[in-house]
T-cell receptor
Framework: NAGVMQNPRHLVRRRGQEARLRCSPM?????VYWYRQLPEEGLKFMVYLQKENIIDESGMPKERFSAEFPKEGPSILRIQQVVRGDSAAYFC?????????????FGEGSWLTVV | GNSVTQMEGPVTLSEEAFLTINCTYT??????LFWYVQYPGEGLQLLLKATKADDKGSNKGFEATYRKETTSFHLEKGSVQVSDSAVYFCALRLRYNFNKFYFGSGTKLNVKP
């Protein structure tokens, strides 16, 4: 049973380019979360999605960032017109439901470097 | 607001030494508390958790007790091994918004043989 799969593991983009990070949740999981870890900081919540729905995007920057979780395929975190400050590790997590006792499982992260 | 503060690393210990990693929190509600571990090149894994005051979470020889009076959840292990070398994250989750975790900045542990 594969865990949460993220790709690419490492991505280098020039300023102004677009970055797309993909996350395939664990089998049977329909809830996906994205977190960002800036250098020397803890993980910060970005967005929570279910299939075809954004449930909570309170942690998403207002501009340039978007996320989706289509009916088929992985969840995508998209960053348009990247800037140096977007350089970070982006972690995806998934769970079976949103009940109080649920355990969420994290992927290995995608490291974005903007040059 | 909600936040988690944990001791800065790296923490370097010899094998079989006693480990304490301090974690304190502030929360607007009644949180559940967690420790996650990240081994080199891997994702975060849940190490242990506690959901109410005075609960003790334990796993793989690690323990942490939920102390409401001191708002703390310190991680301890009596005898560390080289294989425990990793980054440890303390986190909280509120009962009314259990989709969102608040993480500390992580503490890197290096255990030398």
């Amino acid at each position: 049973n594969a865990g949460v799969m993220q790709n690419p593991r490492h991505l280098v983009r020039r300023r102004g380019q677009e970055a797309r990070l993909r996350c395939s949740p664990m089998k049977g999981h329909s809830h996906v979360y994205w977190y960002r870890q800036l250098p020397e900081e803890g993980l910060k919540f970005m967005v929570y999605l279910q299939k075809e729905n954004i449930i909570d995007e309170s942690g998403m920057p207002k501009e340039r960032f978007s996320a989706e979780f289509p009916k088929e395929g992985p969840s995508i975190l998209r960053i348009q017109q990247v800037v140096r400050g977007d350089s970070a590790a982006y972690f995806c997590a998934s769970s079976t439901d949103r009940s109080r006792g649920n355990t969420i499982y994290f992927g290995e992260g995608s490291w974005l470097t903007v040059v | 607001g909600n936040s988690v503060t944990q001791m800065e690393g790296p923490v370097t210990l010899s094998e079989e030494a006693f480990l304490t990693i301090n974690c304190t929190y502030t929360a607007t509600g009644y949180p559940s508390l967690f420790w996650y571990v990240q081994y080199p090149g891997e994702g975060l894994q849940l190490l242990l958790k506690a959901t109410k005051a005075d609960d003790k979470g334990s796993n793989k020889g690690f323990e942490a007790t939920y102390r409401k009076e001191t708002t703390s959840f310190h991680l301890e292990k009596g005898s560390v091994q080289v294989s425990d070398s990793a980054v440890y994250f303390c986190a909280l989750r509120l009962r009314y918004n259990f989709n969102k975790f608040y993480f500390g900045s992580g503490t890197k542990l290096n255990v030398k043989p």
